[in-house]
């Protein structure tokens, strides 16, 4: 089984791209940041995925999603293989199958428009002695 499922908000506008040929197909990629459920110290909190659509999925992805949207998508995963410079490069590709908005406008509203109040960014859950406090 070949599923990849994940809930983050979306790091960037999506890019948007029409394939060539005699019917155009629409690509959308934007990157998204998963938070670890569980953490290690020095370990980041965040995963980042770059995450590819195809078709209609793409163009409601452009029309929908935006920088800060959180969502949930599922996703199939592929390899990427390519060569440059006499090198070869292995990767994957995440694409797209469905997605949903995992929050309401209404709430993702009011945690920005919080952030903006005070003009400071939420520290996440830091777990070391701050010599100022």
Not at 3 to 18: K, L, T, W
Request: proline content about 5%; aromatic content about 12%; charged content about 30%.
């Amino acid at each position: 089984m070949n599923i990849f499922h994940f809930i983050g908000r979306a790091c960037n506008d999506p890019e948007v791209r029409q394939s060539s040929g005699e019917k155009p197909l629409s690509i959308a990629n934007f990157n998204v940041a998963v938070t670890r459920a569980y953490k290690r110290q020095g370990e980041p909190d965040s995963d980042f995925f770059r995450i590819t659509a195809f078709g209609k999925t793409a163009e409601n992805i452009q029309k929908f999603v935006q920088k800060g949207a959180k969502i949930a998508g599922t996703c199939h995963v592929q390899n990427k293989n390519w060569e440059k410079d006499g090198v070869k490069h292995y990767g994957f590709e995440f694409i797209l199958d469905s997605w949903e908005f995992a929050e309401s406008k209404k709430a993702a509203e009011e945690e920005s428009a919080e952030q903006k109040k005070d003009d400071f960014m939420p520290i996440p859950n830091l777990d070391i002695d701050m010599p100022f406090a």
